[in-house]
């Protein structure tokens, strides 16, 4: 899917029209979208480097979370996940939803949306995690109709892709996030709520 404007010329309109806010990206929007069907309690302990950005925009502009306690919320969903060193998809997603279960992170099942979530495997010298890298929101019109609403950055729009099934979003969402071979750590993959995606594969090609 080839995109029909330019984000460098969107991203220079954006910083002169509001020099002091980045705006809102995937993790926001999507929160904001699904929000409603999810349960996420409030105490949990959470790692929260990975989105600074994320909660500079929020300090800026926190219209999309109007309950104070959503901020924990957001903060125990896209908190970094523990995990093993290895390149078994199986067990990052495991050790991922272990980790939901412990933060007390429960998803309604009801099939009119579905979160949809990318995560990464990252290794530093002392470190292995899992971070949510990229999410949008599906909703499945009928069993060979899907649409998919995300938002790439912070200063990009809004986007609906329809999709005739998961293969094909799976396929779309590998095609721009599994751009690496040789690495130690897994390639990414790809949640439907607590779910590893129907269809899931590494994209043609790569590792």
């Not at 926001?28 to 790692?47: N, S, V, W």
């Not at 938002?151 to 999709?163: D, G, S, T, V």
């Amino acid at each position: 899917m080839e995109t029909r404007y330019d984000p460098y010329a969107m991203q220079e309109e954006w910083e002169t029209a509001y020099p002091n806010f980045l705006g809102y990206n995937c993790r926001i929007t999507a929160y904001g979208l699904f929000g409603g069907f999810m349960e996420i309690p409030t105490g949990a302990e959470t790692q929260d480097d990975i989105i600074l950005l994320d909660l500079a925009a929020l300090e800026e502009d926190p219209a999309v979370l109007p309950d104070g306690a959503d901020l924990e919320r957001f903060k125990a969903l896209y908190s970094i996940v523990p995990t093993e060193l290895t390149k078994d998809t199986a067990a990052h997603v495991e050790a991922l939803r272990k980790n939901w279960e412990a933060r007390g992170i429960v998803f309604d099942d009801r099939p009119q949306a579905r979160l949809i979530t990318v995560l990464f495997h990252e290794a530093l010298e002392d470190e292995s995690y899992l971070f949510i890298g990229h999410v949008g929101v599906l909703f499945p019109v009928s069993e060979t109709e899907l649409y998919f609403v995300e938002k790439l950055a912070f200063q990009e729009p809004y986007q609906l892709i329809r999709f005739q099934n998961r293969v094909e979003l799976n396929d779309y969402l590998m095609g721009k996030y599994d751009v690496s071979s040789g690495q130690p750590t897994a390639a990414p993959f790809i949640m439907e709520n607590d779910a590893l995606l129907e269809g899931y594969r590494q994209y043609p090609g790569r590792e």
